[in-house]
């Protein structure tokens, strides 16, 4: 019995446990304990995920539960959990992730009780399970695990009409993305009578895939594809972000989104390894979202949503590149984007709990208040923000960096241009609330898009002054994110698991047993003169156009009006697409999965 | 071979008409129900999946498999899991239809309009 034995089941079982006990002692126990117990769990996974990485190293690991190793030949009728680096270290990006949320609400949640501690494990549990799940059916219960809970802390104010439309629409939408899948695991269990991604992929290779195979492959990677928001199925991440706690916006936005992509990356490399058709579908998709998650990052004006917008702008270029040549770059890219995103999320949830708003336009020089927590917190979102535009030495340049010198081209400037265009929003709003630049907007009351007014305060009144919970839990996670950046250790690990993670063969030969593949090491991840200068230089870019928006409010009115005329009528076309309506929302899922289906099957069948 | 398409047609047509239940709901708890509709279908499509002519219930004795062919024994296990999913996913989606219908006071999707843009 090795490491991965052990670890790879208790990665998934703890926090289940930890979480049943949560719940069950916390009627007694006092908050602190609660706290510290949970706090505990969280640091506790990441560091199994660290051993897991550890241990996998050199090879995939094959753990069949309960012992039901197939015998050499035989088809498996027991469940796997398989490991590789690339899983174990999204096992210590969920870890971290959780720490870092269970620190923030340390004070935060005044009134809350045990339920939400005992929710957060849950939610990491689930989305443990699905990185390590070895076949489609267990990543598919690990899916509508992590969505269930997912959807109860969305709508966690129950108290608050929006948070209570935002979860209903969240979980509507993910439930059918979840039965597609569920379809689709059907369907590529009678074709190939087999559940087991190694297998399903054994049985496929070789050949020209047919109907049924494609439209198998298609079902489950649009399921997956709705859980990380590509466009046409984005929709429900901003309204869910827009309402869900702050700390659960760290999970969401950081790791929860990010597994739809790895769930699509793993099975297309594993399961569909003769359908050529589907990587160039992808990329396109991932273009698509990267742009149209930049534009309506910039409009927005509450910062939940802002942020939110900004999740969906870089996902797409995970999708990217984790597609089309950046496998080695997006692992990095998304380690160093969610602890910067979840810097931003928890000091947003800092100014909701001094001034009771997360509105742009309402906060207008808010944080200028004197009060030294706040100029830290201040400082902290512009660092943050620099990074999210790919300042070194931050994880999220270094991941940007790396992946502009792997995507081909013509892609550069979709990576660079979202990378600037949504730090240049995220400051803008940053600079007007923390510092109160430029001229105060115009209040007024908004038909076309959700205002930060009105939302429900997560601490039992106004704090006087941010906690140091509060403000540590940012500055660690964004700490962490200047780590990624900097240990060379991390862009080797992230370079080769991202390689391992493309590479299905190893995969498969891992779990068939047919030997372990030694693949070739990839040049690691790290920061090159051109990659420097391309982050000050988009660092910079983004400084510069915010200060613009900032400005053109000083610019008179007469002047604006015909850019206004020009690009207003399309922008404000899109936000309308944004309805808020579940219909309008599952309307475009089943347009996205036929366009998908059609155009994967056409080149692939025809 | 009629069987199965006849199955398969069902199955296809449930998750669609689900689905386009929701696109057109008035009502909330409708839309909840579209949805449950929807996960039907794949019921169906699992259990036509495992189906074979003339195979018994898959309940073997303590002698391991007779002579006759049993129908696959997993689909149905994943059919009761995912029935166990959709009966939590309709519980909280109906707890929140109702406080939705407590603080907005409506539960026609149309007249929801806190989130938008």
Redesign the interface.
């Known amino acids: 019995m090795n490491t991965v034995d052990v670890l790879a089941p208790v990665a998934v079982t703890g926090p289940v446990l930890l979480a049943c006990l949560v719940l069950v002692a916390g009627r007694w126990l006092p908050r602190p304990v609660i706290d510290a117990v949970a706090l505990a769990g969280a640091v506790g996974l990441a560091v199994c995920g660290a051993l897991l990485v550890h241990a996998t190293l050199a090879g995939d690991a094959v753990t069949w539960l309960g012992g039901w190793t197939p015998p050499p030949g035989a088809h498996p ?1 027991g469940i796997a959990l398989v490991v590789d680096p690339a899983a174990g270290g999204l096992v210590v990006l969920v870890g971290v992730l959780a720490a870092g949320a269970l620190l923030f609400s340390w004070r935060y949640f005044a009134s809350v009780e045990a339920r939400f501690h005992g929710l957060v494990l849950l939610f990491s549990a689930g989305m443990t399970g699905f990185v390590l799940a070895g076949d489609l ?1 267990t990543m598919l ?1 690990f899916f ?1 695990l992590m ?2 809970v997912a ?2 802390l969305a ?1 966690y104010k ?5 948070s ?6 969240f ?2 939408v993910n ?2 993305g979840a ?2 899948a ?2 689709g695991i ?2 590529l ?2 074709r190939t009578g087999q ?1 087991s991604l190694a297998y399903v992929g054994e049985t496929l290779a070789g050949a020209r895939p047919d109907g049924p195979a494609v439209v198998g492959i298609v079902l489950v990677l649009v399921g997956w594809l709705v859980k990380a928001a590509a466009v046409p199925f984005h929709f429900w991440l901003a ?1 869910a972000h ?2 869900a706690p702050t700390p659960v916006c760290v999970l969401f936005s950081g790791v929860m989104a990010p597994l739809g992509v790895y769930g699509v990356v793993r099975v297309s490399a594993v399961a569909a390894p003769e359908v050529p058709a589907l990587r160039g579908v992808l990329v396109v998709v991932g273009a698509v979202t990267a742009v149209l998650g930049a534009v309506l990052c910039v ?2 004006r509450n910062l939940k ?1 802002l942020l939110a917008y900004s999740t969906i702008a870089h996902i797409g270029l995970f999708l990217v590149g984790a597609t089309d040549g950046g496998a080695r770059a997006w692992l990095v890219y998304l380690a160093g984007h969610a602890g910067v995103k979840a810097a931003l999320f928890l000091l947003v949830g800092g100014l909701l709990a001094r001034f009771g708003s997360v509105d742009e336009i309402d906060l207008h020089g808010a944080g200028r208040t004197g009060d030294p927590a706040d100029r830290v917190a201040a400082a902290l979102y512009v660092v943050a923000a620099l990074a999210l535009a790919g300042l070194p030495p931050f994880g999220a340049g270094l991941g940007k960096a790396a992946l502009e010198e792997s995507v081909p081209g013509a892609l550069v400037p979709v990576v660079v241009g979202t990378s600037v265009v949504t730090a240049a929003a995220v400051l803008r709003a940053g600079l007007r609330v923390f510092y109160g630049v430029g001229p105060r907007p115009e209040r007024r009351v ?1 038909l ?3 205002s930060g007014e009105g939302e429900e305060r997560e601490t039992t009144g106004r704090l006087r002054h941010a906690t140091a919970t509060m403000l540590a839990a940012p500055a660690l996670l964004l700490a962490a994110a200047a780590v990624v950046g900097v240990l060379p250790l991390i862009g080797r690990v992230g370079a080769l698991a991202g390689e391992r993670l493309a590479d299905g063969g190893a995969y498969r030969a891992a779990v068939l047993g047919t030997g372990a593949v030694a693949g070739a090491v990839p040049e690691p991840v790290s920061w090159h003169p051109p990659g420097v200068v391309t982050g000050v230089l988009t660092t910079a870019a983004a400084v510069v156009l915010a200060l613009l928006v900032l400005v053109s409010g000083r610019v008179p009115a007469r002047r604006r009006r015909p850019v206004r005329r020009a690009i207003g009528p399309v922008v404000l076309g899109l ?2 697409l ?7 929302y ?2 475009w ?2 347009f996205g999965a036929a366009v998908i289906g059609i155009a994967v099957a056409a080149p692939t069948l025809g | 071979m009629t069987l199965t398409v006849v199955a398969w047609t069902v ?1 296809g047509w449930l ?1 669609l008409v689900g ?2 239940g ?4 008035r009502d ?1 708890v409708h ?2 129900v579209a ?1 449950s509709v ?2 039907s ?2 019921y169906v ?2 259990i ?2 495992g189906f074979q002519r003339g195979a018994t219930v898959p309940i073997l004795g303590a002698g391991g498999a007779g002579s006759s062919p049993v129908v696959d024994p ?2 149905q296990a ?1 059919v009761l ?2 029935i166990v ?1 959709s009966a ?2 309709t519980a ?2 109906l707890a ?2 109702i ?2 219908a407590k ?2 006071g409506t539960v026609d ?2 007249e ?6």
């Not at chain 2, 929701?22 to 709901?25: A, G, L, N, W, Y």
């Not at chain 2, 929801?112 to 843009?117: E, Q």
């Open positions: 009728v059916f219960v509508e969505g269930a959807y109860a709508a129950i108290e608050e009409p929006r209570l439309q935002g979860g209903l629409t979980g509507v439930s059918l039965y597609l569920l379809c059907g369907v269990y009678a559940l309204d827009a309402v409009v927005q949503r908004d076309e898009r959700t936000e309308r944004h309805s808020g309506h579940v219909g309008d599952v309307a899922l089943l | 199955a998750v689905a386009l929701i696109v057109r709901s909330l839309t909840v949805l929807a996960q279908g794949t499509l699992l036509a999946a997993l689909v994943m899991t995912d999913v939590t996913v909280l989606l929140l239809t406080q939705i603080r907005h999707p149309d929801l309009r806190a989130l938008r843009g």
